[in-house]
Every structure is written in structure tokens, then in C-alpha cells.
């Protein structure tokens, strides 16, 4: 079993940062991918970021050259670091841990956290 948690989440206003953290308990994620989805009020979760098992990142369009995930193996912890934010990214975010390459599908994820706010202001 893996235990996620996601914190780093807030009210900002447009153009400003926000840095969010996974962080696992229980077992290491170090040899999964680690991904991060988000479900604004009244949409479908989507898609937002991945970080493979390897280290190699993909992106949503509609986050691309605005966000950046990386991750420290050693502190059983990925990051989502979310520059140039707009109104339209204030959704909850999630991360969630697994094996396969379907990145990009929330099915392709075995364990989720409980998600953390982002908000922001126009």
C-alpha cells in the first residue's frame, strides 16, 4: 500500500506561482510514475502532468512551458511547480502512483491522495 499527500495548495492571483508536493508513506514510489490530475467544479478529471519512473516529464497542452514536475526519489516526494498561473488551472489537484505508460489516463493510476486546492484569482 502507498499513502499519498499533496500540499502546496492556495489562493494566488493570475501570473503567480504556487509549488505543490506528493509526498508517499508506506512504500517507496521510487520505481513508478508518478502523475498529477486535476477536476475543476463541474469538469472531468483531467490530465495534468507525469513524471515517469526514469525521470522523463510530459505535460498537458494546456499547462505546457508553464509547469514543471520533478521528483527526489530520496524523500519519497514529486513536485509540481505551476508558474504563469491562470484562473482557468484553479481545479483540485491530485497525484497519484503507477506502473503503466497510459499517462495520461486516470485508470493508468493504482493509488491517489485526497487532493489539494488551487485557486486563482483573476
Known amino acids: 500500500q502507498v499513502q499519498l499527500e499533496e500540499s502546496g495548495g492556495g489562493l494566488v492571483q493570475a501570473g503567480g506561482s504556487l509549488r505543490l508536493s506528493c509526498a508517499a508513506s508506506?512504500?517507496?514510489?521510487?520505481?513508478?510514475?508518478v502523475g498529477w490530475f486535476r477536476q475543476a467544479p463541474g469538469k472531468e478529471r483531467e490530465f495534468v502532468a507525469v513524471?515517469?519512473?526514469?525521470?522523463?516529464?510530459y505535460f498537458a497542452d494546456a499547462v505546457k512551458e508553464r509547469f514543471t514536475i520533478s521528483r527526489d526519489n530520496a524523500k519519497n516526494t514529486v513536485y509540481l511547480q505551476m508558474n504563469s498561473l491562470k484562473p482557468e488551472d484553479t481545479a483540485v489537484y491530485y497525484c497519484?502512483?503507477?506502473?503503466?505508460?497510459?499517462?495520461?489516463?486516470?485508470?493508468?493510476?493504482?493509488?491517489w491522495g485526497q487532493g489539494t486546492q488551487v485557486t486563482v484569482s483573476s
Open positions: 513524471i515517469t519512473w526514469s525521470g522523463n516529464p
Open positions: 497519484a502512483t503507477g506502473i503503466s505508460r497510459s499517462y495520461g489516463r486516470s485508470d493508468a493510476y493504482n493509488y
Open positions: 508506506g512504500r517507496t514510489f521510487s520505481g513508478s510514475n
